[in-house]
């Protein structure tokens, strides 16, 4: 049922824009229109605000469809929940009431009692979770509503001057002033982040997005991130509370520091800037009040935490931040030489509570650097043979194809390495050889560990070796690579004495 809804829902938000062009057109070119106001009208001008249009509504409704990110297709629905009218507003309303039962489709399987009794657990947390976002999620956009009519209320004089021409720019000028407010609210994690000894491995400000990693950086396109986004990973744990939070709260006073010159700019020029540059600078200012207020606030929006919500955590030292902040600890070892089997007891709780894409990975390197040190660790292993379960479940959900075959070679390894499997797909190794995010001796231990299971122990030993050089090689080591180096010798040493 929830798979046709999710259609249905994807279909209207697709459809709304090209029914209101469709009819706009033919009450222009009929006789609905004042003959007056049709000679005014300059189609030319009209493709910019009709195309941001389209465009808006076909991205959210590939949100719907695909699964990534809601951003867009909460402000569209929203959107055609408004302008439909009369009894169309039902048909209108129900891309938002599928997102709204996206959000509480947990909490309703939980008071429904349709989950087994082996999920409890899980099913209770993820109703409390669902419940929480959409009371938060309702609330952020109460704000932006209540900030958005604040802001046009404010007396005449605090408002900027507007050209003597009357042109204050369009949407086109408008939407450049938003994506400008953006920008600079991300800069200022970014900034941040660097000046407190955070090293960037994301940005993105729609449509583009720069990753960065320890071999590559490239810029590439990303329609499912509405707005803007930052992470960094901590190049050290030394007060680490303290930057996490002076880093947040950067993004929010860069904001409201590019509004403020943004006004200051305009009373400056008192109604003689041109329609564009006063369309940009009066969207920056807006926009940077609004959103850098909504920002603040202690909730997260579809699941997305706010700045606020980090600091609020931070200040009070809330459960949420504290495991946030033991995965980014745990991260540390990307760019420092902490070893994973290093981590304080802590920080592997907090790894085991959550199972998503970021921390399975984790707790697999934790502990497969305790096997090193103690191949008869139960609970390491019992990790091991929980996580090599979970990367099927989250290798399912990701869209991204290298990101999926990332997952999968992780699953391999262990499977192979501790389980005796011996069976992967051929193309995995393929598809990973051509991955320039793949390291050489990661598949040269999958096929170590292949051979193995096959029972050709010469040519595990051949590739194990092959595998520890190519990683003793490489210039600059991280904690990560020294456990990994470190299990490959185990490894070696196995098979030599088998």
Not at 342 to 349: N, R, T
Not at 463 to 470: D, L, P, Q
């Amino acid at each position: 049922m929830m798979a046709a809804f999710r259609v249905i829902a994807a279909l209207i938000l697709f459809a709304h824009p090209l029914i209101l062009v469709l009819g706009g057109a033919v009450a222009i070119m009929g006789a609905e229109v004042d003959p007056e106001v049709k000679a005014k009208i300059n189609i030319r001008e009209m493709w910019v605000p009709v195309a941001i249009l389209v465009g808006f509504h076909a991205i959210g409704a590939w949100q719907i469809l695909r699964g990534r990110g809601r951003g867009f297709a909460w402000v569209t629905s929203l959107m055609v929940a408004m302008v439909w009218g009369g009894r169309l507003r039902l048909v209108g309303s129900l891309p938002l009431a599928f997102l709204v039962a996206e959000l509480a489709a947990p909490w309703l399987r939980r008071r429904l009692g349709r989950d087994s009794a082996g999920a409890e657990d899980q099913t209770a947390h993820g109703a409390a979770e669902s419940k929480r976002n959409i009371l938060e999620t309702g609330t952020g956009i109460a704000v932006i509503v209540a900030l958005s009519s604040a802001w046009h209320a404010l007396p005449a004089w605090m408002h900027p001057a507007k050209p003597a021409s009357g042109d204050d720019g369009g949407v086109l000028a408008t939407m450049a002033g938003l994506w400008l407010g953006v920008l600079v609210h991300e800069l200022g994690h970014a900034l941040a982040g660097a000046a407190v000894g955070f090293r960037m491995s994301r940005l993105a400000v729609f449509p583009f997005e720069y990753l960065r990693s320890s071999k590559r950086s490239y810029f590439r396109l990303n329609f499912a991130v509405l707005g803007g986004f930052y992470m960094g990973i901590p190049t050290h744990v030394r007060h680490l509370r303290r930057r996490h939070m002076a880093l947040t709260a950067a993004g929010p006073a860069f904001g409201f520091l590019f509004a403020f010159l943004s006004w200051a700019l305009l009373w400056r020029a008192n109604g003689a800037a041109d329609g564009f540059a006063y369309g940009v600078l009066a969207a920056s200012i807006w926009f940077g009040l609004v959103n850098n207020l909504l920002n603040l606030l202690p909730i997260q929006m579809s699941g997305l935490r706010l700045d606020g919500r980090v600091l609020w955590g931070g200040m009070f030292r809330h459960r949420e931040e504290e495991a946030a902040l033991a995965v980014l600890a745990c991260c540390s070892s990307l760019y420092s030489p902490l070893r994973p089997r290093d981590w304080p007891e802590d920080w592997v709780e907090f790894l085991r509570e959550t199972s998503d894409a970021l921390t399975i990975p984790l707790l697999i390197e934790w502990a497969e650097d305790r096997l090193n040190i103690d191949p008869g660790d139960l609970r390491a292993m019992s990790d091991l043979a929980r996580c090599s379960v979970e990367l099927d479940r989250i290798a399912s959900l990701i869209p991204d194809k290298s990101a999926k075959n990332s997952f999968l070679m992780h699953r391999a390894w262990v499977r192979c390495r501790y389980g005796g499997e011996s069976r992967v797909a051929p193309e995995l190794l393929v598809e990973a050889g051509n991955d320039p995010e793949t390291d050489l001796y990661e598949i040269l231990r999958l096929e170590a560990a292949l051979c193995a299971a096959a029972g050709d122990r010469d040519g595990a030993l051949e590739r194990v070796t092959e595998a520890e050089r190519s990683l003793a090689g490489q210039p600059r080591r991280c904690g990560f690579d020294d456990a990994a180096l470190n299990g490959l010798r185990s490894y070696r040493a196995q098979l030599a004495a088998e």
